[in-house]
Nanobody, 123 residues
Framework: VQLQASGGGLVQAGGYLRLSCAAS????????MGWFRQAPGKEREFVGG????????YYADSVKGRFTISRDNAKNTVYLQMNSLKPEDTAVYYC?????????????????WGQGTLVTVSS
């Protein structure tokens, strides 16, 4: 599967953005999806994930209550709604797919990655 992330940009602290990740292929509903981010000079870190049906989600503590993941299997797309953004949320955001797996927070558990989209939050 190929993943294409979009929706990044520049936003002021307290603002919001919605990222999208469009997937190719006909088996999108077989993949657990995750969002990760990588700030300059830091390792890639888990942000949140969602199961195949969209019925279960889980988040890193740093974004819990501010970010929401959803998916539309009919559109082969997963979303990351980011509210109450903070300067420390500035990073390149990546979507990732894990075949027949969900709940993973480690990058090594994901099979496919999108190219990333830059989110910059100004103070």
């Amino acid at each position: 599967v190929q993943l294409q992330a979009s929706g990044g940009g520049l936003v002021q602290a307290g603002g919001y953005l919605r990222l999208s990740c469009a997937a190719s292929g006909r088996t999108f509903s077989s993949y657990g999806m995750g969002w990760f981010r990588q700030a300059p000079g830091k390792e890639r870190e888990f942000v949140g994930g969602i199961d195949w049906s969209g019925g279960s989600t889980y988040y890193a503590d740093s974004v819990k209550g501010r970010f929401t993941i959803s998916r539309d299997n009919a559109k082969n797309t997963v979303y990351l709604q980011m509210n109450s953004l903070k300067p420390e949320d500035t990073a390149v955001y990546y979507c990732a797919a894990a075949l027949l797996r969900w709940g993973a927070t480690m990058t090594t558990r994901y099979d496919y990655w999108g190219q990333g989209t830059l989110v910059t939050v100004s103070s």
